[in-house]
């Protein structure tokens, strides 16, 4: 295992992030449930509470404002012993700097990296945030107004108070959640207002990514109390509030979602769609859709309907077209009596108008085939850790550009909206994947972590499912998926997402023996992960081509299904030089790359439909023997300089994107 290490003990704060975060109890059924059966048992017991309601991005229009609370906040990590002294001591029903010593913490941002103290960096328990805000007088005196408090992500579990008030929580650490706050704001007009949020980072069997808490017991070297975090995932269990903290309104009759479906033939386009209205009983809804010049293209109304668009600009992939990434706006108004109350809403929702298949052998985006040629990515700079950063996620997007790449996957959990926003304006197709990463101990295939996984997946859908640019959801990365529980455990899950969308593929990323794992047979996309000359038969890539045939060879004779070469790679110390080629070198990553891609060539005639390098930069791990100052396989460093093996994909990336011969203008990049 992989470890994170913390001097103070770990106790009763487990059991209090348990209970703070609403996690469901275990449930231990004396047979397999049906996931229909289970369905309804969480229902029951409360689980699919954290679903309620929709998750439209805040987005400011004639009847929404948004006030951004990123910046400085008050900080505090609960050292104590049993991590629990914040709970004990009510910290949230005061100030923070009045409970104790507390540090400036910017937001959005990893807290481990931001201080000198290694014990913070490693720190493994409950941490507080806290800042005052200045609430506008007139949204605190409007009755007609909701005002709701947005959490982007808070990793892993979050409670919430506003003025000492508990107003939410939420367990997992990668997608967003939010509470109406209208009525603490009218209580204390003309103050300021007091977020808190406690956030604790520990991992257990249940939670996604999993892991466990190991204490050390042997007094000869140990000190009292002293424990591990155990994890089985290869990057750094960073954690802190990592994307942005706002405030919104909307009027107390509201859109709450969007669902919208597209479709095409022939010349035009079709965009089927659902709203969701919430506070008003008869509301009328009227939709509108406008093309990127700001010119109405097609009108509709009512809570669903179809809008139909003439000479339609269809949305594609980045290399796939001169125009890449068109987008509509889709403009909801709704007006409603509540109460003897008039309100109004309006929401503007940008819309791709595509379509995806999968066959046998091919991947269709609007009836064509498409081959990812792109990079497995992560969330991960120096100082900031796992916290969004514009001017990093805009030199990103132009290295994808530059480097001729078309795809990513959201490698190994959800990434930011802001991320995804992008990809939808530039074409940049994304396999979205779920935090299901180091699902490896038995244990965690039991049905409290199914459970979980269940509301992950829900949550994942409901904030993503409108992006043209999200084309496949994955729902794990390297599991034990040969272990027997496996198979229920993945086919609930696939069957699930499935019900949650009709219209994209599902995976999960495996690295199993093709033979014996028991989730294969339900994904729509075989995704494989190897490392061939690295981890199995080091130094020896002449090896590559006949190992990496019958991986290919094996999966499609027993599936029958498109294969996506979902990771490959090699560790590369920038500078490293050595020839004949030695492992750790530029010169050694190339070797690995140039013998790995002879194969895909053979392949993509016939079933491989995608290549993604491991990794687009180089990422922070735990510190261990294998690992340099993080995991080296990036083909950029950590801070975004190319190594040797940048140049060997760009050449081969923009070489696969000229066979399409529909290459956009090179006025296309950089992009802004």
């Known amino acids: 295992h992989v470890t994170r290490r913390s001097c103070d003990s770990y106790s009763s704060s487990r059991q209090q992030a348990d209970r703070g975060a609403g996690r469901i109890a275990a449930m231990a059924l004396p047979a397999q449930p049906s996931l229909l059966t289970l369905l309804c048992v969480l229902s029951v017991c409360g689980v699919c509470a954290a679903l309620d309601g929709g998750m439209l991005f805040p987005r400011e229009s004639p009847s929404r404002e948004r006030k951004l609370l990123d910046g400085l906040w008050k900080f505090r990590a609960d050292f104590s012993s049993s991590r629990n002294r914040g709970f004990e001591e009510t910290w949230f029903k005061r100030r923070l700097a009045e409970t104790g010593a507390v540090i400036d913490m910017p937001v959005p941002a990893s807290f481990n990296d931001i201080t000198q103290d290694a014990q913070l960096r490693d720190f493994v ?25 947005r959490v982007g992500s808070a990793h892993y579990n979050a409670i919430v108070w506003v003025n000492g008030n508990q107003v939410t929580q939420h367990a997992g650490g990668h997608l967003p959640f939010e509470a109406d706050i209208s009525a603490l704001i009218r209580e204390a007009p003309g103050q300021p207002c007091r977020v808190t949020i406690a956030v604790n980072n520990t ?59 597209t479709s095409f033939a022939d010349s035009m386009g079709v965009i089927n769609y659902e709203v969701s209205i919430r506070g008003a009983q008869d509301p009328a809804v009227t939709v509108t859709l406008s093309d990127a010049e700001g010119m109405s293209v097609a009108t509709a109304s009512g809570l669903s309907g179809t809008l139909k668009v003439e000479n339609v600009n269809l949305w594609w992939p980045y290399l796939m077209h001169e125009n890449p990434g068109y987008l509509y706006s889709m403009e909801v108004h709704m007006k409603a009596k509540s109460s003897s109350s008039q309100y109004e809403d309006h929401y503007t929702l940008p819309v791709g108008i595509r379509t995806i298949q999968v066959t046998k052998s091919q991947f269709l985006i609007n009836n064509k085939p498409f081959y990812f040629h792109g ?26 550009k530059w480097l001729g790449a078309n795809s990513f996957r959201t490698s190994h959990y959800p990434y930011a909206e802001e991320i995804l926003d992008l990809c939808d304006q530039h074409g940049i197709v994304v ?6 990463v180091g699902i490896k101990d038995i244990r965690s295939f039991g049905n409290e ?16 499912k409108n992006h043209p640019s999200v084309v496949m959801w994955s729902v794990a990365n390297e599991p034990a998926a040969e272990m027997p529980p496996a198979d229920f455990y993945f086919k609930s899950v696939i069957q699930h997402t499935r019900s949650l969308d009709h219209f994209r593929p599902v995976t999960f990323v495996s690295n199993s023996n093709f033979a014996r794992d028991k989730g294969a047979p339900y994904v729509d996309v075989i995704c494989v992960n190897s490392y061939f000359s690295w981890y199995h038969d080091p130094g020896h890539p002449e090896l590559i081509p006949i190992q990496l045939n019958t991986q290919f060879e094996n999966w499609y004779s027993k599936y029958k299904k498109p294969i996506i070469q979902s990771e490959y790679g090699a560790d590369v110390v920038p500078g490293l030089h050595m020839d004949p080629p030695m492992m750790f070198t530029e010169e050694y990553q190339n070797t690995v790359l140039q013998y790995y891609h002879s194969v895909f060539d053979q392949k993509r005639q016939k079933y491989l439909i995608g290549e993604l390098i491991w ?18 396989k990036g083909i950029f460093t950590r801070q975004r300089q190319p190594k040797a093996g940048a140049f ?25």
Not at 125 to 149: A, F, I, N, T
Not at 208 to 224: A, F, S, V, W
Not at 226 to 247: E, S, T
Not at 658 to 668: A, D, H, K, Q, V
Request: glycine share 6%.
């Open 125 to 149: 328990g409950w941490v507080w945030y806290e800042k005052e805000v200045w609430v506008p007088g007139r949204w605190g005196s409007d009755p007609g107004q909701r005002v709701v408090l």
């Open 203 to 261: 991992l257990t069997l249940t939670t996604l990514p999993p892991g466990t808490i190991q204490y050390m017991k042997d007094p000869t070297k140990y000190p009292p109390g002293y424990f591990v975090q155990n994890i089985d995932f290869d990057f750094f269990n960073y954690a802190g509030v990592h994307r942005p903290v706002l405030l919104y309104t909307t009027p107390v009759a509201y859109i709450d979602d969007i669902t919208v479906q």
């Open 375 to 400: 990079v497995n990515k992560h969330e991960d700079a120096d100082i900031r850790g796992k916290g969004l950063d514009w001017p990093l996620i805009v030199k990103d997007f132009n290295l994808l």
């Open 431 to 436: 396999i979205d994947e779920c935090p299901g």
């Open 449 to 464: 972590s199914l459970a979980h996984h269940l509301v992950v997946m829900e949550e994942l859908v409901r904030r993503d």
């Open 615 to 632: 990794n687009f930069a180089d990422f922070m791990t735990a510190q261990t023997i294998t690992r340099v100052v993080g995991n080296k």
């Open 648 to 672: 060997v994909l760009r050449q081969r990336y923009w070489r696969l994107a000229n066979e399409t011969g529909r290459l956009p203008p090179w006025n296309r990049y950089p992009c802004a």
